[in-house]
């Protein structure tokens, strides 16, 4: 199988990692967290302008017609960077609903503003009592003339309190937990009924609880089939599963790289430490660990496009087993070997074991999905 990237995906590559490394040091990133929306316009602009919210949406609707593996060049680079800007839930979860169910009107009509930078989106979905269970929707749309009202509440929305626009599940028809009867509707963010409290999370992004009280849409608002979104919103999870574990990939080969450089510089006893062999044997395995997440990340990224969703929900929750584990290994790896430093908030590694840490909870940790391989009969089907 052909690993290598092709010129464009090569010279995608290089121009996202240019952009970050010279706009994007540590120092950069904390003055960017300290403004008012967890992140800078200036750096969403740059995105825009180099065509990275572009990525994933096809020629026909105004994007460069890329897919999987050029979301993961993207999304590593700013795994690499501990970027704060919203992609994943703007470009990965809110497009990814609309690349896959809207109409070529509303695509028409919503796209542009996204693509240029001008409206930000995010993904309203997750509920309190839900865990990691997607079809587990309380959130309620009742049809109201030609319209919909929709009422509840969504938890953890990915930097809802930022977002211009929000893409909100909610539950047409039967029981709380039905697979059927789930609809996607668009919602302004600013609608009379629609309030946001937003909160930093642990790794330093933002993320909002939103309520829902008496929030009428048009029917034009409805993305999709109102009763049977769930395939749709399996199949961005899996995406955006298969986006955040290239994310991750990136930060761990930052962890390790600033690993092996302090073990080179850093001296005790009148010798650097990295010249004790039992500091090396934790540095390779940090390598193996990173090299294994890596390996998966290919995977998820190769099955994120497939038809077959029983086949890409296997591949993508082996990944995301390997994710978390190897998340762990090289976090508390680059974090030990560094000592007190590797804990402060002075200094990267610590921030970057927290985003690998949130990672692996993202849409299910490693226990989670590793019950789900099992019950799928393992990653290689019998």
């Known amino acids: 199988m052909d690993f290598d990237l092709s010129e464009e995906q090569r010279l995608l590559k290089d121009s996202v990692e240019r952009l970050l490394a010279d706009r994007y040091d540590f120092e950069s990133r904390k003055r960017y967290g300290r403004e008012p929306e967890g992140f800078t316009r200036a750096m969403w602009a740059a995105y825009a302008e180099q065509g990275l919210l572009a990525v994933p949406f096809s020629e026909e609707d105004g994007g460069i017609g890329g897919g999987p593996v050029e979301t993961m060049i993207v999304m590593e680079a700013f795994g690499g960077a ?4 919203p992609y994943l839930a703007t470009v990965v979860l809110a497009g990814g609903v609309l690349r896959h169910a809207a109409s070529p009107e509303q695509r028409a009509e919503w796209l542009p503003g996204l693509i240029a930078g001008e409206t930000r989106y995010a993904f309203a979905h997750s509920e309190r009592q839900a865990r990691y269970d997607l079809n587990d929707v309380g959130v309620t749309a009742r049809r109201d003339g030609d319209g919909w009202v929709l009422e509840g509440e969504k938890s953890l929305v990915l930097h809802g309190d930022s977002a211009d626009r929000l893409i909100v599940s909610a539950r047409t028809a039967g029981s709380r937990r039905d697979r059927d009867g789930i609809g996607l509707f668009l919602v302004e963010a600013n609608a009379e009924g629609v ?24 029917a034009d608002a409805a993305i999709g089939d109102p009763a049977s979104a769930l395939p749709v919103i399996e199949r961005v999870t899996d995406e955006a599963i298969a986006a955040l574990c290239a994310e991750a ?17 850093r001296k005790q006893f009148g010798v650097t430490i990295g010249s004790f062999q039992v500091l090396q044997h934790r540095a390779a395995e940090m390598f193996i660990a990173l090299e294994q997440a890596r390996s998966m990340a ?14 890409r929900a296997r591949a ?8 978390g584990r190897s998340g762990r290994i090289v976090g508390q790896g680059a974090v030990q070997l560094h000592g007190g430093v590797g804990v402060t908030m002075e200094y990267s590694v610590g921030h970057y074991f927290k985003r690998v840490t949130m990672i692996d909870q993202l849409f299910g940790d490693a226990d989670h999905h590793l019950g789900r391989v099992a019950r799928m009969g393992g990653l290689i089907a019998a």
């Open 82 to 85: 501990l970027a704060l800007e």
């Open 195 to 218: 309030s946001r409290r937003g909160y930093p999370t642990q790794d330093g992004l933002r993320a909002a609880e939103v309520s829902l009280s008496s929030v009428r849409v048009g």
């Open 249 to 265: 990939v990136g930060a761990m080969d930052r962890m390790h790289n600033l690993t092996v450089e302090y073990l080179k510089t």
């Open 298 to 311: 290919f995977l998820a990224t190769m099955m994120a496009g497939e038809d077959d969703a029983e086949e």
């Open 316 to 323: 993508v929750a082996g990944a995301k087993v390997q994710i």
